[in-house]
């Protein structure tokens, strides 16, 4: 069983940008992610790029401002945010699935999440 850990969330004003990392506890194969989740809401497919990284998946709310790359000599994955917006305030979550996905029931381990505050 892999073990997620993401980083790199904080405070930043709308248009800024913050770069969001997560560090699998061995290599993987697997098809990663991210999802987010606002107070009151449910969790939201946000990105996620298949095993080969050949595919990626991009929801329309981030599309052109968020792009996923991985780095598996190190076992990550990152999640770049550009022109940030205050919609984009949630807590982010990484995760990891056998095939590229927008469900989150189909995610296989979660890392713990991160905060994501976006500022006007």
């Known amino acids: 069983q892999v073990q997620l850990t993401d980083s790199g969330g904080g405070l930043e004003q709308a248009g800024g940008s913050l770069r969001l990392s997560c560090t699998a506890s061995r290599p993987t194969y697997y098809a990663v992610g991210w999802f987010r989740q606002a107070p009151g809401k449910e969790r939201e497919f946000v990105i996620s790029?298949?095993?080969?990284?050949?595919?990626?998946r991009v929801a329309r709310t981030v599309k052109g401002r968020f792009t996923i790359s991985r780095d598996d000599a190190r076992n990550t994955f990152h999640l770049q945010m550009n022109d940030l917006k205050p919609e984009d305030t949630a807590v982010y979550y990484c995760g990891v699935s056998l095939e590229i996905t927008e469900e989150p029931l189909r995610i296989l381990q979660w890392g713990q999440g991160t905060q994501v505050t976006v500022s006007s």
């Open positions: 790029i298949d095993e080969t990284g050949s595919t990626t």
